[in-house]
C-alpha cells in the first residue's frame, strides 16, 4: 500500500486519501496536465541554461 505524509499532523496515510483521518487535513488535487506543464518548463528552463 502506498503511503503518503500529511503536511499537517505528520502521520502516513494511504496514498489515495484526499483527507487526512486524524486531522481533517483536506490534500490539494493536482491534474494530470499542471504536472506534465510543470515538468515541461523544468526541462525547457535546463535546456536554455545549457544551451
Keep these: 500500500m502506498k503511503t503518503k505524509e500529511c503536511p499537517?499532523?505528520?502521520m502516513e496515510v494511504d496514498a489515495e486519501?484526499?483527507?487526512c483521518?486524524?486531522?481533517s487535513?483536506?490534500?490539494a488535487e493536482t491534474?494530470?496536465?499542471a504536472r506534465?506543464?510543470?515538468i515541461l518548463l523544468v526541462?525547457?528552463?535546463l535546456l536554455y541554461?545549457?544551451?
Design 25 to 27: 487535513y483536506e490534500f
Design 8 to 10: 499537517s499532523c505528520a
Design 36 to 38: 506534465w506543464t510543470a
Design 21 to 23: 483521518p486524524v486531522c
Design 43 to 45: 526541462v525547457v528552463i
Design 31 to 33: 491534474s494530470t496536465l
Design 49 to 51: 541554461l545549457l544551451f
Design 17 to 19: 486519501s484526499k483527507i
